[in-house]
């Protein structure tokens, strides 16, 4: 039972390293931006969406881009950093962002002859500040609950690795007293 919770344990503090997240990227309104994702070769359908739209921002399947299947805010300003998807390269680049392109995106993909069931490859969180200002209040605000959540995971570790340490060495100690007390008997 104990080995099974230190195995929660870990597995929460494993959660909070997932390499589907990226640091936020900052940009200003007219630039263009790479949000970057990694898929693997061969790549059938590769689907870029943003939280909170309807549709896609980017639509890719079979070696063919889909407009039709776009946000219309999205239309005309965004395509593949290497339309060959080499290496499972299927960052994309958003032309002129504007402060409504702000906000989570997600890429997805599924590759060809595993099925068609794309597989969340990577999370970027896009914020395009009017100011230009790379930082603001509430980034820092952000920093600091993911230092507190990184402050947290580490109290987790060191309570579990207390918890491990404490208990094992007790039945351990019961174990070999109970032999030196057998043993003193024989004397």
Request: aromatic share 10%.
């Amino acid at each position: 039972m104990s080995f099974f919770r230190y195995g929660l344990i870990w597995a929460a503090c494993l959660q909070m390293l997932d390499p589907v997240y990226s640091p936020k990227v900052h940009v200003k309104p007219g630039k263009d931006v790479t949000l970057p994702c990694q898929g693997h070769n061969p790549i059938e359908l590769l689907k870029w969406t943003k939280q909170d739209l309807y549709m896609y921002v980017f639509f890719h399947r079979d070696n063919r881009s889909y407009e039709i299947y776009q946000n219309l805010s999205f239309r005309g300003r965004v395509q593949l950093r290497d339309p060959e998807m080499k290496d499972g390269d299927v960052s994309i680049i958003i032309r002129n962002v504007t402060i409504n392109d702000t906000g989570r995106y997600e890429c997805s993909t599924a590759e060809k002859n595993i099925g068609t069931t794309p597989k969340l490859n990577h999370i970027v969180d896009l914020k395009v500040d009017s100011d230009g200002n790379p930082r603001t209040e509430g980034d820092k605000n952000e920093n600091l609950t993911v230092g507190l959540a990184v402050v947290a995971g580490l109290i987790v570790v060191a309570l579990g690795s207390l918890l491990i340490f404490k208990t094992w060495p007790r039945k351990y100690f019961h174990l070999s007293s109970a032999k030196k007390s057998g043993d003193q008997q024989d004397v």
